[in-house]
Structures are given as C-alpha cells and as structure tokens.
C-alpha cells in the first residue's frame, strides 16, 4: 500500500510525470536495477553463454572456427597435463582450506581475548589480505629463490638442513610452497571473519558450562564450535570457491612449472587459450570448473536458506 | 584472559600470537628490506659467509630511482588508481540502487533477482577471461582503461548490493514514511532519508571495492597489452622480468610502492574495512 504522497503545500511544484512513475514501487525498482542487469548481463550472463558456444567450436585467436561438439572436452580429458592440473587443484583446495580453517580458527580465538594493541594487531593481520596478491606473492617467490633464499639461509643456520633446497624447481617442493603462499594469505579472512562470529556468542555460554565443570577443549567442542558453525561454513564454502579457481599465486611462483607439474585449472586455461592461442579449448578448461563450483554455490544457497529459516 | 600461571599465557598466548604475526609480515619485511638494498649484498649466495640476510648498512634509493627512470612505473601507478575509482564509484552508485530496490521495495522476482545476484558474487574470474577477452575486443575496448573500468564492477556491483542490503534492512521503515507523510516522494525519500543513514556501509562497500580493483590481475593481464597501459600488478610481473633475469631490486621497491596506496587507503578505514569483510560473508 503506496502512501499517495498529498502535498500540505500550496507552494510545492506539481508532481513531474517521472517522478509520478517512480512513485510506483515496481517502476522505480525497475529503473535502479537497470545499470545493475545490463553490467552484469553484457560481462557475465552474455560472455558465459559466448564460452559455452567457443568450448563447442575449434575457434583460434583470429580464426572463427566450426562447430565440433564435445570434441575439445575429449580432447582435454585425454590431455595428462590437464589431468594433472585436475588433481592439483583438488589438492591445492583440500589442503589449503583445512589449514587456513585451523590457523585462522586458532588465531580468532587468540585475537578474542582483551590485550594491549589488540586493535593494531587486528590491522597488521589483514595486511596480508589487502596487499595486491601478485605483489605479496612476488616477495614469497624472492624468499623461494634456488640460489638466494632466505628460508634455506634460515634452516641452514639453525641446523635443519645441510644443502639446499630447491624449493620450486622440483615439482612436489613446488606444489607445497604454493600452497604455503596460499594458507598465508588466506588466514587472515578466516581469522577475522571468525572473530566477528566468536564475538557474537555470548561469554555467559562459555561461563555457565565452565561452572558446570567443563575442561576447556570440552567447552570449545560442545559449546564454541557448534555456535561459530553457521559462520564456519559460509566462510569455507566462500573460500572453497576462491581457490579452487585461483590463478596469481601459482601464475607468479611456478607459472604452472616445473614442467607443468603445478598447474590449476585456471593457469593451464591461461597457457592453452592466450598463451598458445587456442582460445576454444582454453574455453573448455576454464568451463571445466564450472560444475564443481556450480555444486558449491548450491550448497551455500541452501546452507544461507536454512540458516534464514531457522 | 587465560586463567592460571604466567607460564600459561606465554605459551597459548603471546607465543602463537608471536608466531602468527611473524609468519604473516615477515614477507613484507622482506620485500620493505629488498627494495633499499644494493645489489652487491642482494645476489650473495645464501651460503656464503658473514652474510646477514635481515640488515643493510648501505641503503640504497637506486631501485626506486630505476623504477621512475627506466620504466613506466609512475603510469602504472595511476592507471591503477584511475581505474580502481572509476570501477568503485561506478559499482557503489549499481550497488547502492540495488540493494535499495532489493531491500525496500516490493517488485515481480524480486526474489530469484537477489539470488541472481548473489550467484553472480560467486562467479570467479578465471570462469569467464577468454570469451570476455573476445568480447572487449568485439567492443573495441582492448587496451584501454575502459576495459577493465566496465568489468571489474562485475564482481564488485554484486557484493556492494549484498552488503547494502543488509545495511539499509536495518533503517527503519518509519523513517521514510515520515518523509514521505511530509510529501517526500520515494525517489527524494530515498535519496535524502535512507542513503544518508547508510554511509557507512557505503564507506565499507567502497574501500573493499577499492581494495579488491587494486588487487584484481587477470583481467588486467588479458585485456591489455602495451607497457604504457598497464597496471601496477600486470607492469611488475611482465616488464620487470627478461626472459628468466628477475631485477629483484626493483621488482621489490615495485611491489612495495604498489602495495603502499592501498595499505594508506586501508589504515584510514580499517573499521570500515572489517566490517565490509564480515559483512560480505554474513550477508
């Protein structure tokens, strides 16, 4: 029910025809969404639609191509490197994300508690969040260097080690330092985002059970980790999504090296469309990814609609 | 605080807290301690003797000397920060309209459009580069700022709505009622009622966006090509690197300077900014 808005004024300009259709809710809903729909309808809606037709056609850079199926799909799915990028990247998103769910986890509970400087602490946290991933990550490789390398200088000098070690150039040592550089710059989403979930439980909570005689692991199990649960999973399933088509960290560390060992979906889409040019079967890599995050994103809007219900 | 012995808290508290401050700047320490380093001390051997990796006794300004002369540095610079305002100002204005819409009035679909939008939020880059590459180029904006000042609010508009809505949710409806009772129409209700009780979450929205179009890299990559174009993000990594040389001089004071408007932008709003961070995620 639309209250008509009556003039008490005698002095007040007659109502102007646009104004009086922006009086209709459904009319002026309408005009401020338009920006919104035709930005995201003309580079996102139209370009997913245009990967779908270019992951069905042998199109190069330059060249319109013909249709031909599933013919890139089988392609890909026949292509050991891709195989490989497909195994990493579940790797690199499984072992990430229970890492970064531990040590942010850790460091939220660490950051809850009242101590001198806590606000500038929680300001030096992000940093690594808010730093231009590329940038960060090239002082990471500098400090993975084969021949100047401030981490083998490091252990060498604490005794860890006796010779170096090559951190990127052997495949298996490559693969863990990005996922290094990753959890690093991930924990800190996870410490705050969690932060402002722990800070919305009530210490009374916490109280009660400690007077009932709860130790503290059994106070955090039964009490803190069901409460901070809801925040837990969008977090993770917003994170998931994130590294699972993450693309700068090992763009800058490996470039998808040593001899394509680390690659993820979306570096080895990168080399095949814009590197060697072939954009349809990049298409097809990048499109890859798609039910897998379409199934996370499913997830989350059914976890987000319970959670609402509720 | 933990209860108990001393002993205890320095070993669940200020030790782990220690380790974790440690692990998460020492990256920037290093990159702050390469950028003003000489190259003679820079490419010593890790082995060799009497080397101490944390501490120069000869800083050197040359790094930052070679970025400004030698490369186009000072335009990347700018183009970065061009298109960071022009993507965040352009995705506020998209964002504020729709979570307006979205939150407050009542329309068709006003439903499954929110969750479009939110599925869109989820949408990561690297889904989409290559047929949006062949688009900009259909469009005749490869190369430009343009490119990227029309895409980035692709991924910015849908979290500016989703955290505007959650903002303008919490002002009353009878605020605007009152307005309108005294003859306001919806369009100046809007405009001189709600918005203004929103700043900050409009302050929130606009220094994440800000943040996240200084960070963005793929796009940046892909749509454009000549040196003087770049960004801050896309010059470092391709110009200051030949073949497999890295100048890890200037590629550091690069990333150190890259790294400063958006670390200013940052400590100026940190309340805003962690607010905006949980608030994305809540929703």
């Known amino acids: ?310 | 605080m933990i209860e108990g012995a001393l002993w205890r808290k320095w070993v669940f508290f200020y030790i782990p807290l220690a380790f974790f401050l440690v692990f998460l700047l020492f990256p920037f320490y290093w990159m702050v301690i390469t950028s003003f380093r000489p190259d003679g001390e820079l490419y010593r051997p890790w082995n060799s003797v009497n080397y101490n990796p944390f501490w120069t006794w000869k800083p050197t300004l040359d790094h930052i000397r070679y970025l400004f002369e030698e490369t186009l540095f000072a335009s990347w610079l700018w183009n970065t920060t061009f298109i960071a305002l022009m993507s965040t100002a352009i995705s506020l204005v998209c964002g504020v309209f729709a979570g307006y819409a979205l939150s407050r009035l009542s329309f068709p679909f006003a439903g499954s459009l929110g969750t479009g939008i939110f599925i869109t939020y989820l949408v990561p880059q690297t889904l989409l580069f290559i047929p949006l590459a062949e688009i900009i180029r259909n469009y005749h904006l490869g190369d430009t700022p343009w490119s990227l000042i029309l895409t980035y609010p692709t991924f910015l508009i849908p979290f500016c709505t989703w955290l505007m809505m959650g903002y303008f949710k919490a002002v009353p409806k009878e605020l605007e009622e009152c307005a309108r009772i005294d003859g306001a129409s919806r369009w100046q209700a809007m405009i001189h009622i709600v918005i203004p009780v929103a700043i900050p979450g409009i302050l929130s929205a606009g220094i994440f966006a800000f943040t996240l179009s200084w960070n963005e890299f793929i796009y940046a990559l892909v749509f454009l090509s000549s040196p003087g174009q770049k960004t801050v993000p896309v010059g470092v990594t391709s110009e200051l690197i030949r073949g497999d040389v890295f100048f890890w001089g200037p590629l550091m004071a690069g990333a150190l300077l890259g790294s400063i408007p958006v670390a200013v932008a940052y400590s100026f709003f940190v309340e805003h900014y962690v607010s905006g961070l949980t608030g994305s995620v809540k929703g």
């Open chain 1, 1 to 310: 029910m639309a209250v008509t808005a009556l003039s008490t004024y005698g002095d007040l300009p007659p109502a102007r025809p646009r104004r009086r259709l922006f009086e209709d809710e459904r009319w002026l809903a309408m005009a401020l969404l338009v920006p919104t729909i035709v930005l995201l309808g003309l580079f996102i809606a139209y370009p997913f639609v245009r990967g779908i037709l270019l992951a069905v056609t042998d199109s190069r850079v330059g060249v319109p191509g013909q249709f031909v199926g599933f013919a890139n799909f089988e392609k890909i799915w026949n292509d050991s490197i891709f195989r490989t990028a497909v195994y990493n990247t579940f790797l690199y998103t499984g072992v990430t994300t229970v890492f970064k769910l531990a040590l942010g986890l850790w460091l939220a509970m660490l950051l809850n508690r009242n101590f001198r400087g806590k606000a500038l602490t929680r300001a030096f946290i992000l940093l690594p969040f808010i730093i231009p991933t590329v940038l960060s990550t090239f002082a990471w490789k500098w400090m993975f260097d084969p021949t100047f390398s401030v981490l083998n200088w490091l252990m060498y000098h604490l005794g860890l080690i006796s010779s170096r070690i090559n951190w990127l150039g052997d495949p298996d040592l490559a693969m863990i330092s990005i996922i290094i550089v990753n959890v690093w710059r991930g924990v800190p989403f996870f410490a705050i985002s969690l932060l402002a979930g722990l800070q919305t439980i009530s210490p009374e909570l916490n109280e009660a059970a400690a007077i009932d005689g709860a130790r503290p692991w059994q106070r955090f199990w039964y009490v803190t980790w069901p409460l901070l649960l809801p925040v837990t999973m969008v977090v993770v399933l917003f994170s998931v999504i994130q590294t699972f088509a993450d693309f700068q960290i090992v763009y800058v560390m490996t470039g998808g090296g040593p001899a394509n060992a680390t690659h993820l979906f979306a570096t080895y889409a990168y080399q095949i469309g814009i590197g060697t040019g072939l954009l349809s079967e990049g298409a097809a890599i990048s499109l890859a990814m798609f039910p897998i995050l379409f199934l996370v994103v499913i997830i989350q809007l059914l976890y987000i609609r319970r959670v609402e219900v509720r």
